[in-house]
């Protein structure tokens, strides 16, 4: 039966494929068809935090405790892991694995790395780089901007919420917009200046009484670690700490000086908890620029990490790797299909 013609028949007929159709491809493993062209390669997968409890009601941050159990069992039985440090010595090299390779991380420093992902990874021995907002060793009720506006939006019921006179309604699952010019509150708030973006979420909080409701939510969901959950992390021996800024502004919207301010300052504060070389930073967003890139390299990072290349220059250059973000929001088999699929695009 065509159910596309039918009031919701394309939306349906998707749940079918994900809920049937999938999983039986899986089981025969026919997501293997891209390995031929992409058997050695490398790819850079990421996340950003695993939870006891599905969240993705609330915002599409985190994966759920199980499913990210079946990712490393997949991936552990599937595809040769290596460190991060390991792929750019393949990229310096030039040299290719001998079979479809993966390395994993982690961007922005959730508690919930330490307390339910780094089990499942000691697990499946899977080697992981876990990039930090140094902010998370100077504040522990911190709570990351993106999720603040998640947790706005959850929320907000029937309301619109106002930044520089711009009104933004919900649209979709997780996003608000204004719609006078279609933009995203996201994108919105990502181009706000230096220490103003705080600044307006804070008094969004106030005025909304929202910041009760936001701080009842499980912790979970927006509590990251502090400097001894980030040292303690550290100590596993399949973990390496990496930079992910300091208070996640998009560096390449903000001033050369600040951004320069943004990675030295996180920098020393995990090489500090660490007492080891912070080498990597993955650019918050992935935002960046050929200034930024330089700055990177002048404060001592030796290795960056974008989600997409965004230079002319990077395709040539050995130090910077691009990654693939896992979603939280599909099922296991779907990932399983767009994780073979992303070797082709992300992989190098």
Wanted: hydrophobic share 35%.
């Amino acid at each position: 039966m065509n159910t596309a013609g039918y009031p919701g028949g394309e939306f349906r007929m998707r749940g079918l494929i994900k809920k049937y159709l999938l999983p039986s491809l899986v089981q025969m493993q026919v997501e293997k068809v891209y390995h031929l062209a992409t058997r050695r390669k490398v790819l850079n997968i990421f996340y950003h935090g695993v939870v006891g409890n599905d969240s993705t009601m609330v915002f599409p941050r985190h994966i759920a405790r199980g499913q990210f159990d079946q990712h490393m069992r997949y991936i552990s039985k599937n595809f040769n892991i290596i460190s991060l440090a390991e792929a750019f010595e393949l990229q310096r090299q030039g040299l290719r694995p001998d079979r479809k390779t993966l390395t994993v991380s982690f961007d922005d420093g959730y508690l919930n790395n330490l307390l339910v992902a780094l089990p499942v990874i000691e697990k499946y021995r899977i080697p992981t780089t876990f990039f930090v907002s140094g902010i998370c060793a100077q504040n522990e009720e911190y709570m990351m901007w993106s999720d603040i506006l998640a947790f706005l939006r959850y929320f907000t019921e029937g309301e619109s919420l106002e930044i520089k006179g711009r009104k933004f309604v919900k649209r979709g699952k997780f996003d608000m917009v204004d719609p006078e010019s279609n933009l995203s509150i996201f994108e919105a708030v990502k181009g706000l200046m230096y220490n103003e973006r705080d600044e307006i979420l804070n008094g969004l909080l106030s005025q909304s009484g929202m910041g009760t409701k936001i701080r009842d939510l499980p912790a979970e969901y927006w509590k990251l670690m502090n400097r001894e959950q980030i040292r303690k992390l550290s100590e596993s021996e399949l973990v390496t700490i990496g930079s992910h800024g300091h208070l996640h502004y998009n560096l390449a919207n903000i001033s050369e000086e600040e951004a320069r301010k943004e990675m030295v300052r996180s920098r020393s504060i995990l090489s500090e908890i660490t007492q080891n070389e912070i080498e990597f930073i993955s650019f918050p967003d992935g935002s960046y620029n050929e200034n930024i890139k330089k700055i990177a390299y002048e404060s001592g990072y030796k290795g960056l990490l974008a989600v997409d290349y965004r230079c002319a220059s990077d395709q040539n250059d050995e130090n910077i790797l691009n990654r693939w973000g896992v979603s939280a929001t599909t099922t296991f088999e779907t990932i399983a299909f767009s994780l073979n699929k992303a070797f082709i695009k992300h992989g190098f």
